[in-house]
């Protein structure tokens, strides 16, 4: 199958480069490659894929769980935090 990409010029030189020192055409060096890079995937753990860390908010007090804070309150609690850590 033909399909066209658009790779950057450095990656595209380190895979010519790797085909002549091999002997091998360029397309055989690119399938390997493209082979190995999704089979590593499919072996790497799935939990570890897309895993942010979010900032702990801590509170001196209890917030009743009622009470909903917009942006500009989660902003205000976050920068007294960072404060706090600074001293």
Do not use: C, Y
């Amino acid at each position: 199958m033909k399909i066209t990409l658009d790779l950057p010029s450095d990656l595209v030189r380190e895979m010519k480069m790797r085909a002549a020192q091999e002997g091998r055409k360029l397309r055989d060096v690119a399938t390997e490659i493209f082979r190995k890079g999704l089979s590593a995937q499919a072996q790497a753990p799935s939990t570890s894929r897309n895993r942010v860390r979010l900032p702990l908010i801590q509170f001196p007090a209890p917030v009743a769980t009622s009470k909903e804070l917009n942006p500009d309150e989660v902003s205000e609690v976050l920068l007294k935090q960072e404060v706090e850590w600074t001293r």
